[in-house]
């Protein structure tokens, strides 16, 4: 069974730091682009970031460029995102999913991050 | 990055069929044959429906399909049954390995 568990979230302070994980289960991992999704409360999708299956290829919505650095760990099948210099507009439920060929067959269930002082 | 064009509701009677547009540009919908519609039920992660444009993944029932024309993609749900009722979002390819959501559509069965 396909699993896709995200950790990490929480409340931060403006301004701040948060690193999310992605553990990833029951699929070969190292073999596909992966993403995060972004979700503000009551609000639709937004397309955060994407990385290469070798991560030597890293692409960034213009709102967190320069701020946010996804990474993987292809032999601990997971899948990671430095979120620095967070800011209230940040604040989502913050989804991995795996990307074959342009579709997103898997979703983690999200962990939230709030940010707020 | 502008997001993708949704209404932002429709709703249906059970057995209706509805459609559900997602209106790009031609650097994003116009250009590939890419967009993919998920569903969403509330505090639920997305499930993907539909690929590249008009494919079904294994498992999703046949009463979704979807289509393009020029700059708009379309989502159509025949047969309506209460369990449709959800969140529905467009996603396409919009160059240089960047992705685009729609704004969502909230489906609700009347």
């Known amino acids: 069974e396909v699993q896709l568990v995200e950790s990490g979230g929480g409340l931060v302070q403006p301004g701040g730091s948060l690193r999310l994980s992605c553990a990833a289960s029951g699929f070969t991992f190292s073999s596909y682009w992966m993403s995060w999704v972004r979700q503000a409360p009551g609000k639709g999708l937004e397309w955060v970031a994407n990385i290469k299956q070798d991560g030597s290829e890293k692409y960034y919505v213009d709102s967190v460029k320069g701020r946010f650095t996804i990474s993987r760990d292809n032999a601990k099948n997971s899948l990671y995102l430095q979120m620095n210099s967070l800011r209230a507009e940040d604040t989502a439920v913050y989804y991995c999913?795996?990307?074959?060929?342009?579709?997103?067959?898997?979703w983690g269930q999200g962990t939230l991050v709030t940010v707020s002082s | 990055q502008s997001a993708l064009t949704q209404p932002a509701s429709v709703s249906g009677s059970p057995g209706q069929s509805i459609t559900i547009s997602c209106t790009g540009t031609?650097?994003?919908?116009?250009?590939?044959?890419?967009v993919s519609w998920y569903q969403q039920h509330p505090g639920k992660a997305p499930k993907l429906m539909i690929y590249?444009?008009?494919k079904r993944p294994s498992g999703v029932s046949n009463r979704f399909s979807g289509s393009k024309s020029g700059n708009t993609a379309s989502l159509t749900i025949s047969g309506l049954q209460a369990e449709d009722e959800a969140d529905y979002y467009c996603c396409s390819y919009a160059g240089s390995s960047t992705l685009m959501f729609g704004g969502g559509t909230k489906l609700t069965v009347l």
């Open positions: 999913a795996s990307l074959e060929a342009v579709r997103y067959d898997y």
């Open positions: 590249e444009g008009s």
């Open positions: 031609s650097s994003d919908v116009g250009s590939y044959n890419l």
